[in-house]
């Protein structure tokens, strides 16, 4: 690991415990009475404050950034941003400034910081317009709509939901993020390198799709327009494709 990796990290998650301390619960943070009739409620919140490591990193709403790296994590379902939150402290997902921001904060302040991002929803960027053939998009369309019955391979839309902007508690939304990302966390999913709460339905799912399934699948959604409603669909009633430890029955 490179050094400057780990200095990077250091800071970070130096700053998020100084902001902590600087910045306790305050009205503004719990919306008192007092906050609203005070002219420094449009200032930023204390949880504001706090977020700095994390908007440094992923935009000052949570929205992303235009590269490979830093994905939209706003208005994503607060259960699945927890569970990432975990995974990353906890070595079930692997990028050590993550591991290392994240490694001495407890369950709880997690939460809260799920809670924050999953509140905010700022404009979706511009759907991607690199030239792709038009089958490989109808491919990908057909993948995340309708899946592949003959593979046992589910519609990404049949967890997703049909707005493809994730299921209430913790599915999470696909649209927003770019398609070298997606296919990046496709192939971790495959190989193994990033695993969820058991049973790991998208391990499960990723082991069967082959490079062109995830070029196809991640071109399509990379170029979907932005949603009219972008929030969460509600939890489903009956029963998902398969078995998924992340949105329990």
């Known amino acids: 690991m490179r050094r400057g990796t780990v200095g990077l990290s250091v800071v970070l998650f130096l700053c998020l415990v100084l902001a902590d301390a600087a910045f306790p619960a305050s009205a503004a943070e719990t919306g008192s009475a007092a906050a609203t009739a005070s002219p420094s409620a449009s200032m930023p919140s204390a949880m504001d404050q706090r977020m700095h490591a994390c908007t440094t990193c992923h935009g000052v709403q949570g929205q992303g950034r235009n590269n490979d790296y830093f994905p939209r994590i706003a208005g994503k379902p607060a259960d699945y941003l927890f569970n990432q939150l975990i995974a ?9 400034p993550m591991g290392y921001l994240l490694a001495y904060l407890p369950d709880p302040y997690l ?6 991002f999953a509140a905010l929803q700022p404009p979706y960027p511009n759907p991607d317009t ?3 053939p038009a089958a490989v998009l109808d491919y990908g369309k057909k993948l995340v709509t309708q899946g592949d019955p003959s593979r046992k391979l589910p519609a990404c839309a049949a967890c997703h939901g049909a707005r493809l902007t994730g299921t209430q508690p913790g599915i999470p939304g696909l649209l927003g993020l770019h398609a070298s990302y997606i296919a990046g966390q496709m192939g971790t999913w495959r190989s193994g390198t990033r695993h969820a709460i058991a049973p790991d339905c998208m391990h499960a799912i990723a082991i069967k799709l082959t490079d062109r399934d995830i070029t196809a699948v991640s071109s399509w959604l990379a170029r979907q327009p932005r949603p009219a409603d972008p929030t969460p669909a509600p939890k489903q009633t009956g029963r998902l494709p398969m078995a998924c430890g992340s949105q329990p029955e």
């Open 130 to 132: 690199q030239p792709v």
């Open 111 to 116: 939460h809260k910081i799920a809670e924050y």
């Open 88 to 96: 990353f402290r906890d070595g079930g997902r692997t990028y050590p």
